[in-house]
């Protein structure tokens, strides 16, 4: 039975799914095959194996004996059996290897911002009148930021008055997110922003007297919590200010500078701190609560 067992755990291991595994290693072997032939190319090395020398330990002074007390699967790694000749050409490697990702980095993020800029201009030359469809999904944008600015004006009212109670409400679950897919199609979530300025749900008022920086708030009320604002980029910072129970994300010249290219549908705003302080001080705590 036991021999059985054993025979049919061997026939599923050998099935589809063990040959997807062999396939993605023979595929991961040869892959990094390739970039240890590159990187001994840029070297002056006609090939790695110029580059590399077999793997030895106190215990296990021969690259046999080495190889020898390996695992069967580990015994085939050319990683295991082999290392770098010097530190010198290890940390050399690494360096290619981190210039060789950020340039694939780099190129990615160039397509996702062609493709981005792409898809804006389609939507405003939709958006910005002339012709039955220009018109229509111009109105159907504005239709679709009042609806979404209105409900979560409401859920915001509501949790601000009995801060303990949940709300029911479905608005902050399913508002767009700044950056993810609706809103990168449609850029929708700027006009929500704009009409949640004219609602009071978020106001821009002068970080201090000279005016120099700018502060974008949202009124929580019992809702403050622990008002971090710092995101991804690191453009916005939380003060820690209150003003009137308000939570206060303020950025520096230099920062509204750098922004510059973020668009907003609210004059005198950073765009992108404006949809920052939407997303982590108004829908944040709101879906906690729906």
Known sequence: ?????????????????GDAKHERRASARARRAALWEEFAREQGFADAASLRVARTTEEHPTAARF????????AQ???VRTMWKSAAVAAEYQAFCKRRDAARAGATKAGRRAAQEKT???LRERCGGGGVLPSAVGQLREAVAELFAAGLAAEHEAATREPRKSLGGLYAKWAPTPGLKHDKATRVVGRICARLVEKGVLKVVPADDSGER???VTRLGEMEGDGDGDGASGAASSDGD?????????????????????????PGAPGHLLEQCYHKNLLAKLRRKA
């Not at 190889?67 to 580990?74: I, S």
């Not at 009137?244 to 230099?254: M, N």
């Open 1 to 17: 039975v036991m021999a059985d067992k054993a025979a049919a755990h061997r026939a599923r291991k050998s099935g589809a799914r």
């Open 67 to 74: 190889a020898a007390h390996l695992p069967r699967g580990m």
């Open 77 to 79: 790694d050319p990683r």
């Open 120 to 122: 804006d201009r389609a």
């Open 214 to 216: 700018v502060k974008v």
């Open 242 to 266: 209150s003003d009137e129970g308000f939570v206060v994300l303020a950025v520096s010249p230099a920062h509204l500078r750098a922004g510059a290219g973020a668009v907003s549908e609210v």
